[in-house]
């Protein structure tokens, strides 16, 4: 079946440094891939998505890119900040699954000033 | 843009008392809405999906009789936890495809609730 594998965290980094979160996933058909983040007691919003191969998403300095070749969608940010410090979860959609959108179990970021 | 809805966003209740949570679809129309539970530090897990009308789709393992789903209308969904335990306790989160057919624009999610039973 359908399945995302992402790195586990938690992630520190400090304030301006460069951000990869690795995300894999396995999956039949023609799925698209997200990128969400869910802040403290909060929940989850959209922060990017990729519906074809190649395709690039991008979103509050965040990017990724959907790559077929390697099945992933690893998430990259070029500075972040503090505001950036939450839980990111890589996730996928497809027709063939119906339509379920299949969650990694979530990488935390916590961004020092 | 497209919004989900739900309350409460937390609530203390005793044991073997029921809690239900609401979920509205507030510009948009949701035939579906997807429940989901997410223990601490965890993933989330898909419990259920509702569909406007008819009954809910249950993920293995879900115990139907206990968290009852009802999607009475196009903007309105309901979890109800029955005859609640601690064990009970966790974050319920509703999403709501952005389309209707197709997944390309992605979900747009409740802000949760926190359910402590005590």
């Known amino acids: 079946g359908n399945s995302v594998t992402q790195m586990e965290g938690p992630v520190t980094l400090s304030e301006e440094a460069f951000l990869t979160i690795n995300c894999t996933y396995t999956a039949t058909g023609y799925p698209s891939l997200f990128w969400y983040v869910q802040y403290p007691g909060e929940g989850l919003q959209l922060l990017l998505k990729?519906?074809?191969?190649?395709d690039k998403g991008s979103n509050k300095g965040f990017e990724a890119t959907y790559r077929k070749e390697t099945t992933s969608f690893h998430l990259e940010k070029g500075s972040v900040q503090v505001s950036d410090s939450a839980v990111y979860f890589c996730a996928l959609s497809s027709n063939t699954g119906g339509f379920k959108t299949i969650f990694g179990a979530g990488t935390r970021l916590f961004v020092k000033a | 843009g497209a919004v989900v809805s739900q309350h409460p966003s937390w609530v203390i209740c005793k044991s073997g008392t029921s809690v239900k949570i609401e979920c509205r679809s507030l510009?948009?129309?949701?035939?579906?809405m997807f429940w989901y539970r997410q223990f601490p530090k965890q993933s989330l897990m898909l419990m259920a999906t509702?569909?406007?009308?008819?009954?809910?789709?249950?993920e293995q393992g879900v115990e139907k009789d206990k968290f009852l789903i009802n999607h009475a209308s196009l903007t309105l969904s309901t979890l109800t936890v029955t005859s609640a335990h601690p064990e009970d306790s966790s974050f319920y989160i509703c999403?709501?495809?952005?389309?209707?057919?197709?997944?390309?624009?992605?979900?747009?999610f409740g802000s949760g609730t926190r359910l402590t039973v005590v």
């Open positions: 990729a519906t074809k191969a190649d």
């Open positions: 509702s569909n406007e009308g008819s009954k809910a789709t249950y």
């Open positions: 999403s709501a495809p952005l389309e209707r057919t197709g997944t390309e624009h992605g979900y747009t």
């Open positions: 510009d948009f129309q949701a035939t579906t």
